[in-house]
């Protein structure tokens, strides 16, 4: 490819939406146009790299076993009822009317469509286990599209389903994909861990997901990990003991009553006001799970994980009450009582989830449902609460102690691009799928199901394989393997030497861009850094001493080298790529 003919505009500056390095690199340097919001053209570039890490993926679902087809885009309302998630799936779920007024959605994800498939098909225990994949575009009306491809509204997804007779083989193949998925992102030039995460309250009980480590603000995950142990979680699924702590409060507290505490509105004031650790106060918050208040108890001094709250509940959507919402709940039960006061006393008929941090408090602080009030001195036996729903519902916090081996645990950023999970038989069951077992038994399958966001992976690797002059591909998924840039078009002995590298790459198979532009070679240079062409091969005025230049992006490494050995560089690193 010649780089006059090459479809790219670069642009000088990041587009002004831009807030993470993959959108204001892939954005400027002409891999991606914004449609709408979150909806992106794919470039000559762009589709380049989303071919190369298809063909990965293809390569490796295909060696693991797994059979690729297609499913529709759009998809009938009928279906989603069947398995329960048209009421369930929320906004994201892109709603439609065709002319004859039949109600539609656009495919966020395809476990209803490919059910069905395998209820029509897969009537015997003979034909199974199958393990099904497609690539396709998604659509999930995100509420925040951000960050470019990272979390776009339309985007690129690899997804499998497998269907077994049994756990075991259920187990067999979600460790076959889990090893599919370390090859995958491996020869994709990624480093992944892969960790514990949440599958959600209902159906799916065992799911991972792969992440990208990253230090840039595009680590949209916390990950807990151990460096003793191989034990690491996604935030809304880790767990962890705590270090130790005061948790009774009888040095502080005689006997129980109820005191004035005016103007502690937070935890730290009241803390202070009473001159005891925040570990001996109670904290009551108040959530909205699927439009009703729940009350959170955790000792004050932790945080609440939502996901696992919402999940202790069996809810599909959670947030925070408002000071309205929080006004209105006070209200109803005759209170007053402004947040920073609130407490479980006199809440019959709210739902109260007790975090396990909760068990061994005694002689607590706690609020009463009056402003500028605490009860000091409590137990939980004397609120009356009636009924005790213990759950871990706390957010395990860096320095806890690792669950599995003792030791503290770590947390760093990452970026989720694959997950697998363990479903089951969530869908085969109230989709009524079933097969005929060995005994003429009709059972639901056990399914399972695994995504890699293929586009949200090219995003990632750039968040992953970047400096301040641009993108620096692996290798095995760059647009093209090398630029070849003549210092100067018009001088005949630097141009005719750099095509003659660039037939003979050609010829060799390698991909490679000859940068024929009549423009000024810091201009070349800042475009092939910043495109992140793996090798950039220089004619220029070492070739009085017969001699190109031979740069690695990756490690910014120059070699002075014959134009001959510079093809044989190139082609040896290409036919290396895994
Ligand atoms: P997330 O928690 O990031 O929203 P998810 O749990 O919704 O992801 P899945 O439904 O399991 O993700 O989708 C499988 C894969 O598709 C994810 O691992 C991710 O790589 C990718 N993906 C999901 N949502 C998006 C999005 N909005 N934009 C780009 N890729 C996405
Ligand atoms: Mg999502």
């Not at 995958?184 to 159906?203: H, N, P, W």
């Not at 070679?521 to 992140?532: P, Q, S, T, Y």
Request: proline share 4%.
């Amino acid at each position: 490819m010649k780089m006059s003919k090459l479809f790219v505009q670069t642009l000088r500056e990041y587009p002004s939406d831009a807030e993470v390095v993959s959108h204001k690199m892939l954005a400027r340097a002409g891999y991606i146009r914004k449609l709408t919001s979150g909806v992106y053209n794919f470039l000559p570039l762009m589709w380049r790299v989303l071919k190369k890490i298809e063909t990965i993926v293809r390569e490796e679902m295909d060696a693991s076993g797994a059979q690729e087809l297609l499913m529709p885009f759009v998809q009938p309302k009928e279906l989603w009822e069947e398995s329960g998630r048209w009421d369930a799936y929320g906004k994201e779920l892109m709603r439609l009317k065709d002319r004859h007024d039949r109600i539609m959605c656009l495919g966020p994800t395809h476990e209803e469509v490919i059910t069905a498939i395998a209820r029509d098909g897969l009537k015997s225990y003979k034909q199974l286990p199958v393990n099904l994949y497609q690539i396709q575009s998604k659509f999930r009306d995100e509420v925040r599209p951000r960050y470019g491809l990272l979390r776009g509204r339309e985007f690129i997804m690899k997804d499998a389903y497998s269907f077994d007779t049994d756990e075991a083989g259920l187990d067999k193949e979600y460790e076959n994909m889990a090893r599919a998925y370390k090859r995958i992102f491996d020869r994709c030039g990624l480093d992944t861990k892969m960790v514990q995460s949440d599958s959600g309250a209902i159906g799916g009980s065992v799911s991972h997901e792969f992440m990208v480590i990253t230090d840039t603000d595009a680590g949209e995950n916390d990950v807990f990990y151990c460096n003793n142990c191989d034990y690491s979680a996604n935030s809304n699924h880790a767990v962890s003991k705590l270090p130790p702590a005061v948790v009774d409060g009888k040095e502080y507290f005689s006997k129980t009553e109820i005191i004035d505490t005016p103007n502690t509105h937070s935890i730290e004031e009241l803390g202070k006001f009473l001159n005891i650790p925040s570990t001996l106060i109670l904290k009551t918050l108040v959530y909205i799970v699927d439009k009703k208040p729940v009350l959170a108890l955790i000792r004050a001094d932790r945080a609440v994980e939502e996901t696992k709250l919402m999940n202790a509940v069996g809810g599909i959507e959670i947030r925070i009450a408002s000071s309205a919402e929080i006004a209105e709940l006070m209200a109803s039960k005759g209170f007053d009582a402004v947040p920073g006061f609130i407490g479980p006393k006199g809440m019959d008929g709210i739902t109260i989830i007790i975090d396990e941090t909760v068990r061994d408090m005694k002689n607590f602080v706690v609020g009463v449902n009056k402003t500028d009030k605490h009860q000091v001195g409590a137990n939980l036996s004397d609120l009356g609460i009636k009924e005790f729903n213990y759950h871990d519902i706390r957010l395990v916090e860096e320095g806890d102690i690792c669950p599995e081996c003792g030791k503290p645990l770590l947390v760093t950023k990452g970026i989720e691009v694959g997950n697998i999970f363990k479903l089951g038989t969530k869908y085969s069951k109230p989709m009524n799928a079933v097969y005929t077992d060995i005994n003429g038994e009709m059972k639901p399958y056990i399914m399972g199901c695994y995504g890699i966001g293929i586009s949200r992976t090219a995003a990632a690797a750039v968040e992953a394989h970047h400096d301040e002059f641009g993108i620096k591909w692996p290798l095995s998924i760059a647009p093209y393997h090398v630029v070849v840039v003549p210092v100067s078009t018009n001088d005949e002995s630097q141009m005719s030497t750099a095509e003659k590298i660039y037939e003979d790459l050609l010829k060799s198979g390698v991909e490679v861009v000859l940068d024929d532009r009549d423009e000024r070679a810091g201009v070349k240079f800042k475009d092939a850094d910043l495109i992140g062409f793996p090798y950039r091969i220089t004619a220029g005025k070492t070739l009085t001493e017969g001699l190109v230049e031979c740069k690695i992006r990756e490690t910014g490494e120059v070699m002075k080298l014959t134009p001959e050995k510079a093809v044989e560089f190139v082609r040896n690193a290409v036919a290396n790529i895994k």
